[in-house]
């Protein structure tokens, strides 16, 4: 009776769509650190709107210093920042990029969700996949709550439409711990999952890549 309860809501629900930029995320997990890199430097040169910068490398002193105050970093950060163009279709580029009203999503913590063998042999939704990885991470009853909130806002894409403030608004958390709670979903497979652009979905995959290479 559970099984056939199981299929009925499965059946229901949308399927997971292999949308281009989900086979991109897909295509990137599989390229090396070297081949990663060059990807990112290719999309530097055919995206007019992104722009490399390397950080100051920091002296001896500085180093010191920062071991005593913060964790020390494992790699060096490769940031990407926007910049304006006055001759850019802005209007175009809007219109690709319609944001939905946000949505507040609940976790029913006696919902029972399929095992790992059956979702090996059965269709399921990109959100679905998701909360299954929530529900299996050692987060708090109040992470889990906000994990549900990023989840459920995000678009077919896999990109996250709601700001950082409007998920603290739904989930009554600070907006560090929302920014925490992002982080680790981002971590999630896919990997990049819930950015909030192709920039910073990139630069997840880049960091994951380099702390496996470590």
Same mark, same amino acid.
């Given at each position: 009776m559970m099984a056939l309860e199981l299929r009925q809501q499965l059946k229901l629900s949308q399927q997971l769509i292999m949308t281009p930029q989900l086979q991109q995320a =897909?295509? %990137?997990l599989q390229l090396s650190r070297l081949e990663l890199l060059d990807t990112i430097h290719q999309e530097l040169e055919i995206n007019p709107l992104l722009e490399e910068t390397q950080e100051e490398l920091p002296t001896e002193q500085d180093a010191e210093l920062e *071991? %005593?105050?913060t964790e020390e970093t494992p790699f060096q950060e490769v940031q990407l920042s926007e910049k304006m163009r006055e001759d850019f279709d802005w209007e175009g580029y809007l219109e690709e990029?319609? *944001?939905s009203t946000p949505v507040l999503v609940e976790i029913d913590p006696n919902q029972e969700w399929p095992s790992f063998d059956s979702r090996l042999t059965e269709p399921t939704t990109l959100e679905d996949h998701l909360i299954w990885q929530l529900r299996l991470s050692d987060f708090s009853e109040q992470e889990q709550e906000i994990g549900a909130c990023i989840i459920g806002n995000l678009n077919n894409d896999g990109y996250l439409d709601a700001t950082i403030e409007e998920i603290t608004e739904m989930s009554g958390a600070d907006p560090s711990k929302v920014e925490q709670v992002l982080g680790k979903i981002q971590n999630f497979d896919p990997t990049g999952v819930a950015a909030r652009d192709l920039r910073e979905c990139l630069l997840v995959q880049a960091k994951n890549?380099? =702390?496996?290479?470590k």
């Open positions: =897909i295509k %990137l *071991t %005593l105050t990029y319609n *944001t890549m380099q =702390i496996e290479d």
